[in-house]
Structure formats: structure tokens, C-alpha cells
């Protein structure tokens, strides 16, 4: 049984950073395609990137930049990066696990998910 575990949500300053974990536990992280995704406050959830089992990375537009995905295949885990952050950016932060290893946009795509981590940034 895959499970996916978040950590390294808190609250942040406006400019800050901080960097998001997602351990997976039931399996091997090279074979599933991986995906963060954020709902924030009185919205829907959406994407903000992947990283597939080749470790190629894809960000929605608005983040590429500040945003950065990176996977330890040692810790069994992905990492979300995040600079320069905007009281916008406050949010529930998912991680989320493709079989077929080729991560999308579209969360009906993914086979498991995370709890989430709570990111509040202040002005």
C-alpha cells in the first residue's frame, strides 16, 4: 500500500522560503510520476508541479521560477522548493503519485495522495 507523507508546511514572511517533503512509503519513488499540487482558501485545488520518473520537472506558468521540484530517490522522496513567497501562496499543499510514472495536470490522474501541509505566508 503506497502512502505519501507531507512535511514542511508552517508559516512564512512574504519573501521567505521554504521547502516541502513528500516521503513514499509501499514503494519506489522512481516508478511513479509526482505531482504537488494546493488548495487555497475558498478555492478548488489545482496544480502546481511534477516531476515524472525520468526527473524532468513541469511547473504551471505562474510558479515557474519560484518553484522548484526536485525527487532523493536515497529518501524515497520529492521536494517542493518554494522562493520568494507571496501571501497568495497560502494554502494546503498535496503531493500526489502517478503509476504510470507520467505525471499530468489533472488530479483524477493520480493514484494516491497526501494528507497536506498547510503553508501560510503573511505580508
Known amino acids: 500500500q503506497v502512502q505519501l507523507a507531507e512535511s514542511g508546511g508552517g508559516l512564512a514572511q512574504s519573501g521567505d522560503s521554504l521547502r516541502l517533503s513528500c516521503t513514499l512509503s509501499?514503494?519506489?519513488?522512481?516508478?511513479?510520476?509526482m505531482g504537488w499540487f494546493r488548495r487555497a482558501p475558498g478555492k478548488e485545488r489545482e496544480f502546481v508541479g511534477s516531476i515524472n520518473w525520468r526527473s524532468a520537472s513541469a511547473y504551471v506558468e505562474s510558479m515557474k521560477g519560484r518553484f522548484t521540484i526536485s525527487r532523493d530517490v536515497a529518501e524515497n522522496a520529492v521536494y517542493l522548493q518554494m522562493n520568494s513567497l507571496k501571501p497568495e501562496d497560502t494554502a494546503v499543499y498535496y503531493c500526489?503519485?502517478?503509476?504510470?510514472?507520467?505525471?499530468?495536470?489533472?488530479?483524477?490522474?493520480?493514484?494516491?495522495w497526501g494528507q497536506g501541509t498547510q503553508v501560510t505566508v503573511s505580508s
Open positions: 509501499g514503494g519506489t519513488i522512481i516508478d511513479y510520476g
Open positions: 500526489a503519485a502517478d503509476k504510470s510514472g507520467w505525471p499530468s495536470r489533472t488530479e483524477g490522474r493520480y493514484d494516491y
